[in-house]
T-cell receptor
Framework: RKEVEQDPGPFNVPEGATVAFNCTYS??????FFWYRQDCRKEPKLLMS???SGNEDGRFTAQLNRASQYISLLIRDSKLSDSATYLC????????????FGTGTRLKVLA | EPEVTQTPSHQVTQMGQEVILRCVPI?????FYWYRQILGQKVEFLVS????????KSEIFDDQFSVERPDGSNFTLKIRSTKLEDSAMYFC??????????????FGSGTRLTVV
C-alpha cells in the first residue's frame, strides 16, 4: 500500500519562529511532490511544488531527498495567518493520475 | 484567477437516496478528479477522468458511484443509494496536464455531504 506519512502535530509556535515539517513517502516511483495548505473545513490549496534541487518561495523552503524518500517544509518568520494544516502530497507513480495525501501537520502560530 | 466551482456547498440527504454533486472545472483544463475527505481524515482519491472516460479509480469508487461530463463544462459525481459512511467533503479538482509535473491540482471549495 502506497502511503505518505506526516507527524499530525499540533505544532504550537510563537509568531516569528521558524518551524519545519517532515514527510516520508513509500513509493520510490513517485515523481511529483507538493505541499498544500488546508484551512479548517476548506479545500486544500497548493502552497508549492517540491523540486529535487530544493526550492524557496518567500518564507517557505521545500526540500526533497529521493534517496530517503523524504520531503520537508521550512517556514521562517511565522505569521498568525500561517496557522493551518499542511498536507504533503505525492503522485502515486509513473503512469498514474492519482495523488496520495498525507494526513497533514497542524500548525498553530501564537501571538 | 480561474477557479473550480462546486455546487451545492452543502447537501443533506436521507440514507438510500441518490445525490449528484456538480463541478465546473477550469475551462482549459483537460483532467478532472473527485476526491473526498471524511471529517478528521486524509484526502482520498476517488476517480480521474480524461477524454470523456474514467482513467483511474480507487477501490472506494464502486458501483455506487459514477461520473459524467454531460456537456462541455460540467463534471458530475453521482452517488446512488447513499450510506451513512458516504458523509464527507467531496472535492472536485482539475489540471491542465496529467498527474506528473509541477502544477498540482486546483481544487473546488467542496460539497459537504451529510447522509442522515
Amino acid at each position: 500500500r502506497k502511503e505518505v506519512e506526516q507527524d499530525p502535530g499540533p505544532f504550537n509556535v510563537p509568531e516569528g519562529a521558524t518551524v519545519a515539517f517532515n514527510c516520508t513517502y513509500s513509493n520510490s516511483a513517485s515523481q511529483s511532490f507538493f505541499w498544500y495548505r488546508q484551512d479548517c473545513r476548506k479545500e486544500p490549496k497548493l502552497l508549492m511544488s517540491v523540486y529535487s534541487s530544493g526550492n524557496e518561495d518567500g518564507r517557505f523552503t521545500a526540500q526533497l531527498n529521493r534517496a530517503s524518500q523524504y520531503i520537508s517544509l521550512l517556514i521562517r518568520d511565522s505569521k498568525l495567518s500561517d496557522s493551518a494544516t499542511y498536507l504533503c502530497v505525492v503522485n502515486e507513480g509513473i503512469g498514474t493520475y492519482k495523488y496520495i495525501f498525507g494526513t497533514g501537520t497542524r500548525l498553530k502560530v501564537l501571538a | 484567477e480561474p477557479e473550480v466551482t462546486q455546487t451545492p456547498s452543502h447537501q443533506v440527504t436521507q440514507m438510500g437516496q441518490e445525490v449528484i454533486l456538480r463541478c465546473v472545472p477550469i475551462s482549459n483544463h483537460l483532467y478532472f478528479y473527485w476526491y473526498r475527505q471524511i471529517l478528521g481524515q486524509k484526502v482520498e482519491f476517488l476517480v480521474s477522468f480524461y477524454n470523456n472516460e474514467i482513467s483511474e479509480k480507487s477501490e472506494i469508487f464502486d458501483d455506487q458511484f459514477s461520473v459524467e461530463r454531460p456537456d462541455g463544462s460540467n463534471f458530475t459525481l453521482k452517488i446512488r443509494s447513499t450510506k451513512l459512511e458516504d458523509s464527507a467533503m467531496y472535492f472536485c479538482a482539475s489540471t491542465r496536464t496529467a498527474g506528473l509535473g509541477p502544477y498540482g491540482y486546483t481544487f473546488g471549495s467542496g460539497t459537504r455531504l451529510t447522509v442522515v
